[in-house]
């Protein structure tokens, strides 16, 4: 059984490296990434990402990519979701698969285009898989701190059950704050009065 199990393991990474070279390169380049298991005071390690199709792939040095097995690979999901890591300068996040994937760009122009790429990536599995972008509403919200009760400018998005908001860097939204799920016992209310940070303006969105 082992032997039949390492064989079928050697067959499907065979197949991942021959289709892999015959699908166009959408980004490449080098990001410093975090151990998967990991939390902000681990182990960073220098790689070569590779984004393929659907899959993004790692090594240890940019002559492997040809040639050896990548060190590991994230699948990107139609609901993948990207954001940035904070506390970390110029830093991504992708949640795929029930995976995370954190890695530090050189430069900001960097991260700028591995997120447009990632995103264009995933926009084409949408596509491909006949699935429909979630995204029903989106839009800059004024929401209270639970625990400083202070005023903060957050970006929404409402994807199918999940409302996700995010912190604005430079005016877009950069870095996922939390995911909160929808569901039938879900409460929803709308307060009529200013709330206090607002009263000058007479009209508010909790």
């Not at 393929?52 to 097995?69: L, N």
């Not at 009065?193 to 009209?203: T, V, Y």
Request: charged share 25%; with cysteine.
């Amino acid at each position: 059984i082992f032997k039949f199990f390492k064989n079928l393991s050697m067959c499907a990474e065979h197949v991942f490296q021959t289709t892999n070279k015959m699908v166009q390169v959408i980004y490449e380049g080098f990001m410093t990434k975090r151990s998967m298991s990991g939390t902000l005071g681990s182990s960073w390690r220098r790689r070569y990402f590779v984004l393929r199709h659907d899959v993004v792939a790692y090594f240890g040095k940019q002559e492997d990519v040809e040639t050896d097995t990548p060190k590991g690979r994230l699948y990107l999901s139609p609901d993948a979701i990207l954001g940035m890591q904070s506390g970390v300068k110029n830093c991504l996040k992708m949640f795929s698969a029930n995976r995370t994937l954190v890695a530090q760009c050189d430069t900001r122009e960097e991260l700028d285009m591995w997120m447009k790429a990632l995103r264009r990536a995933i926009s084409l599995q949408r596509c491909i898989r006949g699935v429909k972008a979630p995204v029903r509403l989106t839009g800059t919200l004024t929401k209270r701190s639970t625990r400083t009760g202070f005023a903060q400018t957050r970006w929404f998005e409402l994807n199918g059950s999940r409302l996700y908001y995010y912190k604005l860097y430079d005016g877009e939204p950069r870095e996922l704050c939390r995911v909160l799920t929808l569901n039938s016992e879900t409460k929803v209310s709308i307060r009529r009065e200013a709330l206090p940070w607002d009263r000058q303006r007479g009209s508010s969105v909790e």
